[in-house]
């Protein structure tokens, strides 16, 4: 009963912070209105200077926003980087299922999901601290 009235809270929560977000995010800079005439024309000049379709008023079309994102290889890679990246979240959220169905009870199951997580802080460690070597020895030189 209790869950029920905390997920009542965070999704009223986030509802809240969506419909405030409506009126306090901007579309375009040319249209915002909390913008000082500086900033506008840096934003502007930015955007411009992206290479982004727009029509004869200034504003991007959807056709040639769909032909931008179709058209650029980072979308794709993201696409794949991020199919990628729920692929791998979802395996390490139902081993400790998959282990259980091999026949162990719950504290076997768990701790045959153990090593997998160790090994990997091991890895996280001594690459966090040979990057930071390498910066180090990259900024003496």
Known sequence: MIYRWLFYIEGGITIFVAICAIF???DFPHNTKWLTPEERA???SRLSGNG???DAV???TSIQGL???VS???VWWFAAAFTIQTAGQS???YFPTLSDTMGYDTTVSLLLCAPPWVFS???VFAVSRLVNYVDLRIHIS
């Open 91 to 93: 395996f390490t959220t």
């Open 42 to 44: 840096l934003a502007i």
């Open 24 to 26: 306090i995010l901007p």
């Open 67 to 69: 032909r931008e994102a």
């Open 121 to 123: 802080t091991i890895v």
């Open 52 to 54: 982004h379709g727009r």
């Open 58 to 60: 200034g504003k991007k």
């Open 72 to 74: 650029d290889w980072k």
